[in-house]
């Protein structure tokens, strides 16, 4: 079955623009994270929802959102972009938060602010 | 928020040599996982481990997770070119759902 798909795979943008970042999980997957990927601060998570709400959240700004929607797909936003938003954003989903089920991730889409 | 300490960061080795990599916490993690991710990917998911004192063997990898589900080990027997990649330790909070906490990596070079 088809893997986790993220849009687009690259992106640039200017700073103080807005972007918004979409994940289609694995079928039937209906919890969707995200996480984010520099070279100096590695992975590191933002947010996860299952069934539509958010279960956890990351020590992000608040200019990092996200939802989710009925048909388990996930978008997240980043308002008032800076310089060091520049990342790859990874999207994983699972069946559910479960700890036996795991986690896949997307291939991510490379954000750059200029 | 908890953290992991992932060692050594490169490591450059010759086809055929062994290695082992290294995640240390002081925390206390309910299962710790251990992905590899190359480049324009995302990471793979290799192992969970889940008890204290744990091991998994997947092919020429040995994984451990250490009794006190604190820190964990990746050995590779006999290191081949397919090997090169980043790896990752991730461990899982107790009640966290999806969260992971990632180490910093751990960035493999197998040369022929």
């Known amino acids: 079955k088809a893997g986790v798909t993220q849009t687009p795979r690259y992106l640039i943008k200017t700073r103080g623009q807005q972007v918004t970042l979409s994940c289609s999980p694995i079928s039937g997957h209906r919890s969707v994270s995200w996480y984010q990927q520099t070279p100096g601060q590695g992975l590191q998570f933002l947010f996860e929802y299952f069934s539509e709400t958010q279960r956890n959240k990351g020590n992000f700004p608040g200019r990092f959102s996200g939802r989710q929607f009925s048909n388990s797909r996930s978008e997240m936003n980043v308002s008032t972009l800076e310089l060091g938003d520049s990342a790859l954003y990874l999207c994983?989903?699972?069946?559910?938060?479960?700890?036996?089920?795991?986690?896949?991730f997307g291939p991510g889409t490379r954000l750059t602010v200029t | 928020t908890q953290l992991l300490e992932q060692s050594p960061q490169f490591l450059s080795i010759q086809e055929g040599e062994n290695l082992t990599v290294y995640c240390n916490s002081s925390s206390v993690f309910s299962s710790l996982q251990w992905y590899r991710q190359e480049p324009g990917e995302g990471p793979v998911l290799l192992v969970t481990?889940?008890?204290?004192?744990e091991v998994k063997k997947l092919k020429r990898l040995t994984f451990q997770f250490g009794d006190a589900r604190k820190d964990s080990s990746l050995h590779i027997t006999a290191a081949q070119p397919g090997d090169t990649g980043l790896y990752l330790c991730a461990g899982e909070e107790y009640n966290a759902g999806n969260m992971l906490t990632f180490g910093g990596g751990t960035r493999l070079m197998v040369k022929p």
């Open positions: 481990v889940v008890t204290g004192g």
């Open positions: 994983a989903s699972s069946y559910s938060p479960d700890r036996e089920y795991e986690q896949y």
